[in-house]
């Protein structure tokens, strides 16, 4: 099956930092969402982007589809951007779309 | 829009004992997923529902495990005979098809001990 794969695994960093994550996978996809996982364990929604940029506030991704990778930019951090970052795909030609999540991305902003 | 709902939020069990979640979708969703993550793990796909058709099933859907929508609205999670490795954090997703696009939203789980 598909294989989804985040960088850094861990990441650290003062409050107004910048950072990327990174998310690749191994086959083409239909859809691929960035979630962000809050300490409650909510899944919350940042972006729809199989492929494309797109941008909401402080937050951007990237899908290169063809390369198969999606990057996530967070700009100025701030310490509720702490929590656990995944992406999931859904494998182009799959008979459902269920979500393939990657390994995920666990952030901890410092005040 | 109210957003996925699932009840209860927390369950303690023990061992040998039967559990049942509940899942509400967003009303207008005709899709919903079941997903379960243990710690440390991203989530992991169980099954899945066209209105009250159930069309997909993972193999980490054992014969303990049944799940329905029976008007294909809210879903229903069964696990009978609970064991301690089925603690984890159950969650439920619903989405709907459009325009070739489908974005999955997620409740805010069900989280199970099995003592």
């Known amino acids: 099956g598909i294989q989804v794969e985040q960088s850094p695994p861990d990441l650290i960093l003062q409050e107004g930092a910048n950072s990327t994550l990174r998310c690749n996978f191994s086959?083409?996809?239909?859809?691929l969402q960035w979630f962000h996982q809050n300490p409650w364990g909510q899944l919350i929604n940042l972006f729809y982007i199989p492929s494309g940029t797109k941008q909401n506030g402080r937050l951007s991704a990237t899908t290169v589809a063809t390369e198969r990778y999606s990057l996530l930019y967070i700009s100025s951090s701030q310490t509720t951007d702490s929590g656990v970052y995944f992406c999931?795909?859904?494998?182009?030609?799959?008979?459902?779309?269920?979500?393939?999540f990657g390994t995920g991305t666990l952030l901890a902003v410092q005040p | 829009d109210t957003g996925v709902s699932q009840n209860p939020r927390h369950k303690i069990t023990k061992r040998g004992q039967n559990v049942t979640f509940r899942c509400d979708p967003i009303?207008?969703?005709?899709?919903l997923y079941w997903y379960r993550q243990t710690l440390g793990q991203g989530p992991e796909f169980l099954t899945y529902?066209?209105?009250?058709?159930?069309l997909e099933k993972s193999r980490l859907l054992s014969d303990r495990f049944s799940a329905e929508r029976p008007k294909g609205s809210f879903s229903t999670l069964e696990i009978q005979r609970t064991e301690q490795g089925d603690s984890a954090m159950y969650l439920c997703?619903?989405?709907?098809w459009g325009q070739g696009q489908e974005t999955q939203y997620f409740g805010p789980g069900t989280r199970l001990l099995v003592l």
């Open positions: 009303s207008e969703h005709n899709r």
């Open positions: 997703a619903s989405s709907s």
């Open positions: 086959d083409s996809v239909n859809n």
């Open positions: 999931a795909v859904t494998h182009y030609g799959g008979a459902t779309n269920k979500l393939i």
């Open positions: 529902f066209q209105n009250e058709a159930q």
